[in-house]
């Protein structure tokens, strides 16, 4: 049963990876994985508070809580990594931190399409609200 929610969960992934197309290059959740591992970018999760406090990706900063002075959370680098993040690949919510850091100038920005949802049926660790 499990192996084929997981095939579900994939190719629901898989048709949907382009909902926001062109507007900031996809990276994959291997690869967010191992950012989140060795502290190399910034991640922002984009889904609200609620869902941050129940789980987000490890070192995500909660995009409602930092927006109102986001320029403090981000690195003077502004080629730094920057990962942003929603829901799932439906979710065009990450557009609102993606634009926002690079409204300030910052030029190297990801899209996480697969979300939370996708890293939760990935099984990967999460972390919840502080």
Same mark, same amino acid.
């Given at each position: 049963?499990?192996?084929?929610?997981?095939?579900?969960?994939?190719?629901?992934?898989?048709?949907?990876?382009?909902?926001?197309?062109? %507007? &900031?290059?996809? *990276?994959?959740?291997?690869?967010?994985?191992? #950012?989140?591992?060795? /502290?190399? @970018?910034? +991640?922002?999760?984009?889904?609200?508070?609620?869902?941050?406090?129940?789980?987000?990706?490890?070192?995500?900063? %909660? &995009?409602?809580? *930092?927006?109102?002075?986001?320029?403090?959370? #981000?690195?003077?680098? /502004?080629? @730094?990594? +920057?990962?942003?993040?929603?829901?799932?690949?439906?979710?065009?919510?990450?557009?609102?931190?993606?634009?926002?850091?690079?409204?300030?100038?910052?030029?190297?920005?990801?899209?996480?399409?697969?979300?939370?949802?996708?890293?939760?049926?990935?099984?990967?660790?999460?972390?919840?609200?502080?």
């Amino acid at each position: 049963m499990k192996k084929i929610f997981s095939f579900f969960v994939a190719a629901f992934i898989a048709v949907c990876a382009h909902a926001h197309p062109g %507007e &900031f290059a996809d *990276i994959s959740i291997t690869d967010v994985s191992r #950012l989140a591992e060795t /502290k190399s @970018a910034v +991640i922002i999760d984009a889904n609200g508070p609620d869902s941050y406090q129940a789980a987000h990706v490890p070192t995500a900063l %909660e &995009f409602n809580a *930092i927006k109102g002075n986001l320029a403090a959370s #981000l690195p003077a680098d /502004k080629n @730094a990594l +920057i990962v942003a993040y929603c829901g799932n690949p439906a979710c065009g919510a990450y557009l609102r931190a993606a634009k926002a850091a690079q409204k300030l100038g910052y030029t190297n920005i990801k899209h996480m399409s697969a979300g939370i949802d996708g890293w939760k049926a990935a099984g990967l660790k999460t972390e919840q609200g502080k």
